[in-house]
């Protein structure tokens, strides 16, 4: 499920450590509980594997060098998902598809461990736009993985955002996948030019996907292996993509078949608006449907 140059690096973590992997500078963590790597471009969750389970997230096997994203994990879309560029202060009116936050470099704030898992705070080593923060808070045990995007907006006037946890779930096969949780949700078709439609029953994709759905349910995922659910906080938007058989530059179409993206958003049929001093909350939590309650 991950390139193995960098599996071998988990192994032979003890507990805690950060190094550079494919031009990346990354923290690794190896503990009783499972496994987490965040790259320190972009905040992002690269892998999550609990003790006893196989990795939850996909990573491309054959990464792009940097400056180019790295493809799987958790990317973070903020201020703007999409091409959606809402922030108003003029750096950012011509910025990066999917916004700022995914290629600047961020810092690790602090670990807290415990008894069940870590949590982990990360921050931007300089300011993405003129009136809005940003910080990341990852918590991860071994029956979750919780992430948290939180923007504040402290300049002096409204700001209007949108966002998302871009999730790549790792599964044995896109096209033989079950999504249950959007029955009856209305979904804008970008492939379509941003028809609306609702769903109709189970979403079983078999090609390329890429829609919108205006919801804020869990979504279950069935790969026909496992289930993993995916539960959002404060995103009206349930955003489900795969490139079918022709996917990006830096991933195989065989590849490709084992992932499947499920997001935690807010784009535009939920876009955010933030008056001066107020905070957003995006966020997205992972689990097995066997262990939900669980702390």
Same mark, same amino acid.
């Given at each position: ?5 960098? $599996? ?7 507990? $805690? $450590? ?7 500078? @990354? ?15 972009? /905040?992002?969750? +690269? ?9 939850? %997230?996909? %990573? ?26 809402? *922030? !108003? ?22 670990? !807290? ?6 949590? +982990? ?25 919780? +992430? =948290? ?13 949108? *966002? ?17 949780? &959007? *029955? ?8 379509? #030019? ?12 078999? #090609? ?8 804020? /349910?869990? +979504? ?7 289930? @993993? ?25 065989? *590849? /490709? ?23 957003? &909350? ?9 262990? =939900?309650?669980?702390?």
């Amino acid at each position: 499920m991950i390139p193995d140059s960098l $599996q071998e690096r988990l192994d032979a973590t003890d507990d $805690q $450590q950060t190094l550079t992997w494919e031009g990346r500078e @990354l923290v690794l963590f190896n503990q009783p509980w499972g496994q987490l790597a965040v790259a320190l471009t972009g /905040a992002q969750v +690269v892998h999550f594997q609990p003790a006893g389970d196989a990795p939850w %997230l996909w %990573l491309t096997p054959t990464p792009a060098a940097p400056p180019a994203t790295l493809r799987g994990g958790i990317p973070l879309c903020w201020p703007w998902f999409g091409d959606e560029r809402y *922030a !108003d202060d003029s750096p950012n009116r011509q910025g990066p598809f999917h916004g700022t936050a995914r290629l600047a470099p961020w810092r690790l704030e602090g670990v !807290d461990e415990h008894e069940e898992g870590i949590e +982990v705070h990360l921050s931007p080593e300089e300011r993405l736009h003129g009136r809005l923060t940003a910080r990341v808070v990852i918590q991860a045990n071994a029956r979750r993985l919780h +992430v =948290e995007l939180i923007s504040e907006n402290i300049g002096d006037a409204p700001v209007k955002i949108s *966002a998302a946890l871009h999730t790549y779930l790792a599964v044995d096969d896109a096209f033989a996948c079950r999504l249950e949780g &959007l *029955a009856g949700a209305r979904y804008l078709d970008k492939r379509q #030019g941003f028809a609306e439609a609702e769903q109709q029953g189970t979403l079983a994709p078999n #090609g390329a996907v890429d829609r919108i759905y205006h919801s804020n /349910a869990a +979504v279950s995922v069935d790969d026909g292996r496992r289930t @993993l659910r995916v539960a959002k906080d404060q995103s009206d938007s349930t955003v489900v993509w795969h490139p079918g058989e022709t996917p990006p530059e830096d991933t195989s179409p065989a *590849a /490709a078949r084992g992932f499947l993206c499920v997001e935690a958003a807010n784009t535009r049929l939920d876009p955010v608006w933030l008056v001066p001093g107020a905070q957003h &909350l995006l966020g997205t939590t992972l689990t097995r449907p066997s262990t =939900e309650g669980a702390a």
